[in-house]
């Protein structure tokens, strides 16, 4: 079955404590993208990559890191989260950015800090 | 900057309305792509439509059509004959380069 996955589904944490989101889709594609999404505020767009060892800041990556050292992976990093990043975490990824975008969700992550 | 805004904080409708979802969207870029995205309450995300700013011709897909016009820079979503499992938050997004999303439309169909 086509699909992104994520993990884990919630977590709960505390202020400074280094966590790390995966992400991971068994569609061989190229693209991949971390988004928050925040109510009132829609989906923003935190990191995005082109394709292997090629990442991207997208509308909010401050206080975030990302790799992309397979094609099927691209993990979430916050090296020290703060309250402020409490949220809801998506992750997903399609064939291309443009003429052929079809972006597949993961089901989200659900991050409260502590 | 590239911005996308869906005015409509939240509609209400009854069963078989008709309903429109606004989208304005703002960018420089004369290569974009637009989207609308349905979220419905069990939170996943899920694509509907995708168009690139070189074709203006609407769509319509079952009860679904959407209008796109770059005169206005818009990109209006028209659910025709609404039913209950309609109920949804819409989100419409661009892609020039980076991806940007409204604030999305909550959508509630009442029987």
């Known amino acids: 079955e086509a699909q992104v996955t994520q993990n884990p589904r919630y977590l709960i944490t505390v202020t400074g404590k280094k966590l790390t989101v995966t992400c991971s889709q068994n569609m061989n594609h190229e693209y991949m993208s971390w988004y928050r999404q925040d109510p009132g505020l829609g989906l923003r767009q935190i990191y995005y990559s082109m394709n292997v060892e090629v990442t991207d800041k997208g509308d909010v990556p401050e206080g975030y890191k990302v790799s992309r050292k397979e094609k099927r992976n691209f993990p979430l990093i916050l090296e020290s989260p703060s309250p402020n990043q409490t949220s809801l975490y998506f992750c997903a990824s399609s064939f291309d950015a443009g003429i052929q975008e079809t972006q597949y969700f993961g089901p989200g992550t659900r991050l409260l800090v502590l | 900057a590239q911005k996308v805004t869906q005015a409509q904080t939240e509609i209400s409708v009854v069963e078989k309305e008709d309903v429109t979802l606004d989208c304005v969207y703002e960018t420089r870029d004369t290569t974009y792509y637009l989207f609308w995205y349905k979220q419905p309450p069990s939170g996943e995300l899920v694509f509907l439509i995708r168009?690139?700013?070189?074709?203006?011709q609407n769509e319509i897909s079952g009860r679904y059509s959407w209008n796109f016009q770059k005169s206005t820079s818009s990109f209006n979503f028209t659910i025709t004959a609404s039913q209950v499992v309609d109920s949804a938050v819409y989100f419409c997004a661009l892609r020039a380069w980076d991806m940007r999303f409204g604030a999305g439309t909550r959508l509630t169909v009442k029987p």
């Open positions: 168009r690139n700013s070189f074709d203006e």
